[in-house]
């Protein structure tokens, strides 16, 4: 099982950026898989999961319609849109199946993980 996070970078508050969870070794359309986040508060936020039947669940502070959760399932990969962003929104951003919730970003101690991707929204 192998998942790589890509579509990180530096975007200016108000901007847009796709990041994009490519799966290898299983099929994302037959299990859970969601996106989380830790920033400079090193607290690892649980953001969405996407599951097997495509339904969606955004977590607390999630749910004001920045962050959108979706599925290619012919490109095996989860992608998470998110628009109108903020400094604060500056952090490492995950993808994981099974992932749980984890004190730790960074050293997760269920299921698997991808290496993350950085996101840094400043002017």
């Known amino acids: 099982v192998q998942l790589v996070e890509s579509g990180g970078g530096l975007v200016q508050p108000g901007g847009s950026l796709r990041l994009s969870c490519a799966a290898s070794g299983f099929r994302v359309a037959e299990f859970e898989v969601a996106w989380y986040r830790q920033g400079s508060d090193n607290e690892c936020d649980k953001i969405a999961h996407?599951?097997?039947?495509?339904?969606?669940?955004y977590y607390r502070h999630f749910e004001d319609g920045r962050f959108i959760i979706s599925r290619d399932n012919a490109k095996n990969t989860v992608d998470l849109q998110m628009t109108s962003l903020r400094p604060e929104d500056t952090a490492v951003y995950y993808c994981?199946?099974?992932?749980?919730?984890?004190?730790?970003?960074?050293?997760?101690?269920?299921?698997?993980w991808g290496q993350g991707t950085l996101v840094t929204v400043s002017s």
């Open positions: 996407i599951e097997y039947d495509v339904r969606v669940r």
């Open positions: 994981a199946v099974n992932g749980g919730w984890p004190d730790d970003c960074t050293a997760p101690t269920n299921g698997d």
